[in-house]
Structures are given as C-alpha cells and as structure tokens.
C-alpha cells in the first residue's frame, strides 16, 4: 500500500472577465469575477503527477494572456525537478491546459481518447470550435505518442495506486477529473468539469460547452467521486487559493495545499 498523495494547486496566471460570461444560463451577473489559471501536481514517494501543464508563454502572449510564473518555475517551487516527474495527465486539450508538455521529458501523459479524436477530426476546421486549442500542443502530444509515452485511456484509468482518471465530458468530449488519494480522503481535481465553485452551487455551467447534459450529468458525477463539496477542486476558481490558504503559509506564494482542509467558503 503506497503513501497518500500530498496534492497542491498552482496558479499560474489570472484575468478579470465579465462576471456575465461565466454562467450559461440568466439572470445575468453584473461586473467582473477573477479567472484563475491553475495546474496541479500531486506527489508521494513512488510517483510525482503534473495535472495539465499549464500555456505556453508564446501562446499566453499571443492570447493577451500572462503567466505569473511558469510551470517550470511551479513545479521548482515545490523542490521538484521537472524531468523527475513521472505522469503528466492532461484533463482536456485547451490552450490553458496542455501547453509546455515537453518540460517533463520523462513523463508518461495520460489523455482520453475521445479528446484526442475530437482535435484530430474534421470539427477542427471551425474556428469557432479550434480557437480554444493550439495546434502546436497537439502535435506536441502526438509527437510524444510516437515516442511511445502518451497513455490514451477511455473512461475510467488509473495512473498509479490513488491516482484515478474520470471521463466527464461535458466541456469538451474528452474532458477528465482526477481523483486523489490524500490523507483527509479522496479529493477530485475538477478542472473544466467545474469552473468556479458558483457553477456548481447554482448548477449554472460555464458556457464553454460542446454537451450540456454531459456537463450536468458531470457535477452529479463529480459529488459522487468526492465525499463532499470541500473535497472537490473546481478549475479556474480564485477561491481555492483562498480557502487552501490557511495551512499553505510555508509554501511558495499562488501555491496551496489540497490535502488538508479548506476553511469555510
Ligand atoms: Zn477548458
């Protein structure tokens, strides 16, 4: 029996948006609400898994976009070597995701088939449906699968002892949670299944969306991985960063730790 993984959030950039833009459904919201960029990166003493890598800085600038720190810089906050990581789960194939995969060189990455099939298909010629992703990320990632390192899973996986994939959906088709092993329990990372906490609390989605009884369907999904709403991590949410605060202090500023308990939101 391995250890239970010590699970971190890591902000990487933020930008102010139109509070408006955030729910798909009214009454519209006035003003604006802080967007979040974060990754994640869960670690014991047999494994050290990256969740999402972030966006390119090429890609950031270009987006208008900026990075406060880089993934690598994240990860060496942490006291980590990028090229010790050993996984690299990409929850879905968006710019803001899966950039920089070729900072962890000896990393085994794990994707969904069905994300995979929907950026290599004929869908891709839209750019109303392209612009959330760089084609330069997913050459990268088909680059990696002929070396033999991408690990294109359907449904549910497991990355390692604790360390579980969920295919939601949703937001994009081959959009995947992360379910963690910590010492307070299992804790799922949500990524894009859940943007801001107010998504879920309002069951209002975010309107990036290519399935909306999918996305539904994944908050149910979502609260039955998790014991409880404080062990669900939502994608894009300032709020972790405020809620993990508390027991973070030591840590590298925009860098908290998920396996202990938030305080009350
Ligand atoms: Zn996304």
Redesign the pocket.
């Known amino acids: 029996m391995s250890d239970p993984f010590e699970l971190f959030a890591i902000r990487l950039g933020h930008a102010d948006r139109p509070a408006r833009d955030n729910f798909l459904n009214g009454p519209a919201r006035e003003g604006t609400m802080r967007l979040d960029f974060d990754m994640w990166l869960a670690r014991n003493d047999e494994r050290i898994v990256a969740i999402d890598s972030g966006f390119s800085a090429e890609a950031g600038s270009r987006r208008g976009r900026t990075l406060e720190r880089s993934p690598e810089e994240a990860v060496r906050g942490l006291g980590i070597d990028p090229r010790a990581v050993t996984d690299v789960v990409v929850t879905?194939l968006?710019y803001?995701?899966a950039g920089n995969l070729d900072l962890f060189p000896a990393a085994r990455i794990w994707v969904q088939q069905a994300e995979v099939a929907y950026v290599t298909s004929d869908a891709m010629r839209h750019p109303e449906l392209n612009h959330?992703f760089e084609a330069d990320d997913v050459c990268s990632l088909l680059q990696q699968s002929f070396k033999g390192r991408v690990n294109q899973v359907a449904g549910q996986a497991t990355v390692a002892e604790g360390v579980e994939l969920h295919l939601i959906g949703g937001?994009?088709p081959g959009?995947q949670v992360v379910r963690v092993l910590t010492r307070r329990g299992w804790v799922v990372v949500a990524?894009?299944a859940l943007h801001y906490y107010e998504n879920f609390e309002r069951r209002n989605p975010f309107p990036?969306i290519v399935n909306v009884p999918q996305m539904m369907d994944g908050y149910d999904r979502i609260l039955q991985l998790a014991p409880d709403v404080d062990h669900i991590v939502p994608?894009h949410d300032p709020q972790v960063m405020e809620r993990y605060a508390e027991d973070s202090a030591q840590l590298p500023d925009g860098i908290v730790a998920l396996h202990h308990d938030p305080t009350e939101g």
């Open positions: 879905h968006h803001d995701h959330f937001h994009t959009l990524s894009d990036g994608g």
